[in-house]
């Protein structure tokens, strides 16, 4: 279990290693769901879908990995990632119109980071002469599917590398984006540039990443892929299954046992691919039951998917609603 160095939000396994400073509830204990009195990093929650009804103070932020162990290889660790990270419950889309996309997060993309998510899945299209983040109608954005501008969250990120010189954060685009240099002039104009980790420095055959000492050092703390193979040369935007395995999504992907690749994936045994992303999100988002797909049997998937990857850990978790 050496290499375990990602811990779930709602695993009980490190009880008050959050302390903080006021005498409040610690995770597990009987809280009152009114008014939020468990400790920081902590909320009063429930879950029926798994019978526990009786409030209690439950995990919504991971141990950030390098808080616990220093310095090893970006590929060593194991970062909290979100599914569809812009799509949060109850938004408008930008355009006016109501929304029909599905949402798939709580919370905005600053919450989420400030509370330890490091790794962020966003999708992108053309759309109003910009680029937007959209839920797919037949391949396209409309104004009922269309979030928001692409920009908006890409200057939260920013924000937020910029307050925490030493996080690192991870983004996968499903890439619609058809317009050239599209991506570039948007992540350009976000300021984020300056943190781009070169695809030139990613391992090409199985070697360990840079140390994350060293990442944060050359300030190259912003880690991108996109999902379309042509951006690599024409945008220098690395092509995401040429780094990553990464397994099956939605309720194929939750089937106990088994730990299969995502079509576009090399199988996950490939040891000339450095990094591991696993999925764990039902197809049909679904937060009465997310956290109990989001508890035990998350872990116990991590555990299919290392023996999968060769005894490797998953280095990207991706989950819906990590809060609950
Ligand atoms: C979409 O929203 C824009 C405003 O951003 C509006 O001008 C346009 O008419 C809308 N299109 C449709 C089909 O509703
Ligand atoms: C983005 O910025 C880089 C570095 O400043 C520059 O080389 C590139 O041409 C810019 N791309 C676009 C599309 O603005
Ligand atoms: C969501 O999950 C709950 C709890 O497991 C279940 O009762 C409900 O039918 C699910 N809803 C949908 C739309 O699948």
Redesign the pocket.
């Known amino acids: 279990m050496q290499g375990l160095k990602f811990f779930n939000i709602k695993l009980v396994l490190i009880t008050g290693f959050l302390v903080g400073f006021c005498s409040c509830l610690k995770i597990g204990e009987t809280c009152s769901s009114s008014n939020n009195n468990c400790d920081a990093g902590l909320i009063c929650g429930t879950c029926p879908a798994n019978d526990n009804t009786r409030p209690r103070c439950t995990r919504i932020q991971p141990i950030i990995p390098t808080t616990k162990v220093k310095g090893l290889p970006f590929n060593k660790y194991s970062w909290l990632t979100t599914h569809n990270s812009f799509a949060r419950t109850g938004s408008n889309s930008g ?3 109501i929304l029909l996309g599905q949402a798939n997060q709580e919370d905005s993309v600053t919450d989420q980071l400030n509370n330890g998510v490091r790794g962020l899945m966003l999708d992108m299209y053309d759309f ?1 002469n910009d680029i937007w983040l959209c839920h797919s109608f037949n391949g396209q954005c409309l ?1 009922v599917t269309a979030f928001e501008p692409a920009s908006n969250v890409l200057k939260e990120i920013q924000v937020f590398l910029e307050k925490n010189p030493s996080e690192i954060v991870t983004i996968f685009i499903e890439d619609y984006v058809t317009s050239p240099q599209g991506l570039s002039k948007v992540f350009n104009a976000s300021g984020l540039n300056k943190y781009w980790f070169p695809v030139a420095e990613m391992p090409k055959a199985g070697e360990d990443w840079p140390t994350v000492d060293d990442m944060v050092q050359k300030n190259q703390r912003l880690v991108v892929f996109t999902s379309k193979s042509s951006k690599e040369a024409s945008e220098g935007i690395a092509y995401e299954w040429k780094y990553v395995v990464e397994s099956q999504y939605g309720n194929e992907g939750m089937i106990a046992g088994s730990c299969p690749n995502r079509a576009e994936s090399s199988p996950m045994s490939t040891s000339s691919i450095s990094l591991v992303l696993q999925n764990y999100f039902t197809t049909n988002p679904n937060v009465t039951q997310a956290c109990v797909d989001n508890s035990a049997q998350l872990i116990s998937m991590m555990k299919t998917c290392h023996e999968a990857a060769g005894k490797r850990w998953p280095n990207f978790i991706a989950v819906d609603f990590y809060r609950v």
Request: a neutral charge; aromatic letters at 0%; hydrophobic letters at 0%.
């Open positions: 355009t006016g119109s109003n104004n």
